[in-house]
């Protein structure tokens, strides 16, 4: 008996989640991924996984250092192998102000060029994995600033209470730049880390599902060591797995610049 009261109190709540009460609201959401602790510098190996639709997989090793500079976020990654790509780099600045677009800086050692990224190629897909320029930046949060969302639920991923939330592009030059027409978002209601993520293109076709998972503490911060990527359209896979991560080192202010994706580590 006690078992059956406490399953349909379960059953209750969640039917009055689901009714809309009781749910933040997505934007408030969206604002908590943003606000979670990340520390404030961390360096740590990104090891790419890619693998076409014939199974065929090439694997990249980088190194990638962040760090917060005031409410500034900057991220810059290393390719270290395979020799083909190895000593290209990728820099990022995430500003606070919606207003202002982010910075993005591409060096490609075959061409001894930087390419600077404008905003309007955030949605192109990054170095020939899964993700975007725009993904790749977010990680585990979810856009403040380029989608309306509602919050239709709650679920579980691998087992963890998550809010449900769908989005639409604010406009139709925002789903232009990131190639979605819509998105649907799994956000874990107690860290505040997106687990899962589905988009669709801009004619409505499902693109691609994002499954973040192995998420643990490391020195008291929640730090994910897992993504996974399915492109539906194309059958191509990505996994990007995290290691030896470190959020005690102090990253000089050096590694962040223009001149460092040429000079490299």
Known sequence: MKFN?????????????????????????????????????VKRKLIMELTDKRGKTRVRETTALRK????????IIFYETPTSVKGTAFLTYDYPDAEVDDDQWLYLPAL???????????????????????????????????????????????GQDCYVL??????????KELGYSKGKFWVDANIWMMRKSESWDIAGNPL???????????????????????????????VFRFED????????????????????L
């Not at 991560?245 to 490299?264: K, N």
């Open 5 to 41: 009261t406490i399953t349909m109190m379960a059953f209750l709540l969640a039917i009055g989640f689901v009714q809309g009460q009781s749910l933040p609201d997505g934007q408030s959401i969206a604002e908590k991924t943003f606000a979670r602790n990340e520390g404030n510098s």
């Open 208 to 238: 691609k599902t994002v499954h973040v998972t192995d998420i643990r503490k490391v020195q008291g911060i929640w730090t994910l060591h897992r993504i996974d990527v399915q492109n539906h359209k194309t059958k191509h896979k990505t």
């Open 68 to 75: 917060y500079f005031g409410e500034e976020r900057r991220l």
């Open 166 to 175: 769908e989005a639409t592009p604010k406009d139709e030059a925002t789903a």
């Open 245 to 264: 991560i470190d959020y005690s080192t102090d990253l000089s202010d050096d590694f962040f610049t223009e001149e460092a994706l040429v000079d490299g």
């Open 112 to 158: 001894r060029k930087t390419r600077r990224i404008s905003a309007s190629n955030r949605g192109d897909y990054f170095l020939g994995t899964d993700l975007t320029y725009e993904d790749i930046k977010l990680e585990t949060k979810i856009s403040r600033d380029d989608y309306n969302y509602k919050t239709i639920g709650i679920d579980q991923v691998d």
